[in-house]
């Protein structure tokens, strides 16, 4: 299996709302990623998890909590977020450092 | 921030030409990558060249990366229309505690017309 899936392919959320984004691989990678792309920008970086434990967080509003059940999968939490936050979430799988492998993506609409 | 600068914004050519496109940056790298991203998808990994190697080819797809101008091109040839989407140069360093940390240019978006 060398592909990453991502569900759901679309998503449409209130402000109020709480929903989650999930990221599943089975090719033995220990980093996964979270990017975060806006139409016609390039995508932007947003977490990093290195062995289940997180590495890097771009300074990422606390509406955006991600977590790491197991080296399979990775999951974005959003709660409150705002129409800004709306875009292409993009999660990716490396074996260490490397090439990334990334997933077709969730689209984001808050309204 | 480390972000690239891709140049041409946008590109378009007949099918059978090449496509040059151009990646500048601005930090020290491990190695810097190129994606194609097609309609708002996924990005597909094409090429990674390491900060020690100066070209590489693959397929179709040639890369060539001056460290010292912190400079990139990616050159295809023989554009078929299926080449149609955006690309992506990406600078690659260590993020620490494995895994790297990706920093992507502006992207050129490729028109490759019958």
């Known amino acids: 299996d060398t592909e990453v899936t991502q569900t759901p392919k679309h998503l449409v959320m209130g402000m109020t709302n709480k929903k989650s984004l999930k990221c599943e691989q089975h090719?033995?990678?220990?980093?996964m990623y979270w990017y975060k792309q806006k139409a016609k920008k390039p995508p932007e970086l947003m977490f990093v998890?290195?062995?289940?434990?997180?590495?890097i967080n771009e300074s990422v509003p606390s509406r955006f909590s991600p977590e790491c059940p197991n080296s399979s999968l990775l999951n974005l939490h959003l709660h409150a977020l705002q129409p800004e936050d709306s875009a292409l979430y993009l999660c990716?799988?490396?074996?260490?450092?490397?090439?990334?492998?990334f997933g077709p993506g969730t689209r984001l609409l808050v309204l | 921030s480390q972000q690239g600068e891709e140049d041409p914004q946008a590109l378009s050519i007949q099918e059978g030409e090449n496509a040059t496109m151009n990646c500048s940056y601005k930090?020290?790298?491990?190695?810097l990558q190129w994606y194609r991203q097609n309609s708002g998808r996924g990005l597909v990994h094409l090429i990674l060249?390491?900060?020690?190697?100066r070209e590489k080819h693959s397929g179709r797809l040639r890369v060539t990366l001056d460290t010292s101008k912190k400079s990139s091109s990616l050159l295809i040839t023989a554009s078929r229309a299926a080449d149609t989407a955006s690309y992506f140069c990406?600078?690659?360093?260590?993020?620490?505690?494995?895994?790297?940390?990706?920093?992507f240019g502006t992207g050129t978006q490729l028109k490759v017309e019958l």
């Open positions: 930090t020290s790298i491990n190695n």
């Open positions: 090719m033995g990678h220990r980093a």
């Open positions: 990406a600078t690659a360093l260590p993020s620490g505690g494995g895994g790297n940390k990706l920093t």
């Open positions: 060249i390491r900060s020690n190697e």
């Open positions: 998890y290195s062995y289940e434990k997180l590495s």
């Open positions: 990716a799988s490396s074996p260490s450092e490397g090439t990334q492998y």
